[in-house]
């Protein structure tokens, strides 16, 4: 793979997102509970026709492979520790009282766009287990479209992030062996979280360069000490709590607002891309969506 600039990688940024519009159930919006449902049943609808090496976490031989294989099974590490994230997410929309829902696909990954349309359609018509009852979509429209990153990350002056769904982490400060104290009230948990998520950012984008077939040049140690610096002039505004969603083990979330009164011509690139795909953990079922602007335009 060929070692690209951030700028370059933001030129050659390629996302082709695959929507459908469900009749009624926008009141489901943005809620991660429905979303991690839907990613289940689009799972089951895939595995249809998936090979059984797929099934079974092995690599796929279909040639093209399965888009199970994509979907659901490891496709390396960047580090030891750090798997290559899934070329995906999920978000979904209250459009005019109906459910929109989209999966978004990076780099070329969306040469299995077609699959993952049909999936989403047919996830959706199978429908959802909630609460003890069964939801069924039915669905009004589908489409596919490519997206462009946004054009804010050029402006200077502050930086905005808005939570539309909870931004997770896999572990908190007292898990991640950090030689750091620990942190003792809400102000400086805050301040970690956000340190864990600027710099998480810069992997996470790391990672996805490689769904484009580039390795992305960044320096990390720059990027880590920035992150700690905004941590003490950045405005936050919201909370930070566990959420499940059905998981054994829970996750560290932050809902609310960020204002970063600056930030670097790299960070701002990288904000600008994870508009696009998220912040955190979980992101293959809709978290860590964001709205990066000014403070005007958030």
């Known amino acids: 793979m060929q ?28 809620d991660l509970a429905v979303l991690n449902r839907l990613r289940g049943a689009l799972g089951h609808v895939l595995a249809q026709s998936a090979s059984d090496e797929a099934l079974t976490g092995k690599p796929c031989p279909f040639d093209p492979p399965c888009a199970f294989d994509l979907f659901h099974n490891n496709q390396g ?6 798997e290559i994230p899934k070329p995906f997410v999920l978000l979904s929309d209250n459009l005019d009282g109906d459910l929109s829902v989209a999966i978004r696909l990076f780099g070329h990954s969306n040469a299995w766009a077609p699959e993952f349309m049909a999936g989403l359609i047919s996830a959706a018509r199978r429908g959802i287990r909630m609460q003890g009852q069964q939801l069924s979509f039915r669905v009004t429209h589908a489409g596919r479209r490519k997206l462009a990153p946004p054009s804010v990350t050029a402006q200077n002056g502050p930086i905005v992030l808005r939570t539309l769904t909870p931004i997770l ?13 620990i942190p003792q009230d809400e102000a400086e948990m805050l301040a970690e ?7 998480g950012v810069g992997n996470r984008i790391s990672g996805l360069a490689q769904w484009h077939q580039r390795v992305l040049d960044l320096d990390s140690t720059s990027l880590k000490a920035e992150a700690r610096a905004l941590s003490r002039d950045a405005a936050i505004e919201g909370k930070l709590s566990r959420r499940s969603f059905g998981k054994k083990k829970g996750r560290q979330g932050f809902d609310g607002t960020v204002a970063l009164p600056w930030a670097s011509a790299d960070l701002r690139g990288l904000l600008g891309l994870s508009a696009f795909a998220h912040i955190g953990a979980d992101t293959a079922m809709g978290a860590g969506r ?4 000014t403070e005007d335009s958030t």
């Open 193 to 199: 979280f956000l340190v864990s998520t600027l710099t």
């Open 169 to 181: 982490r896999k572990s908190d400060a007292r898990a991640q062996g950090s030689p750091r104290p």
């Open 77 to 82: 590490h960047m580090t030891a520790g750090l």
């Open 290 to 293: 964001v709205l990066v602007g």
């Open 3 to 30: 070692t690209t600039s951030l700028a370059a990688l933001i030129d050659g940024w390629n996302v082709e997102e695959c929507r459908i519009v469900c009749e009624g159930h926008g009141r489901l919006a943005n």
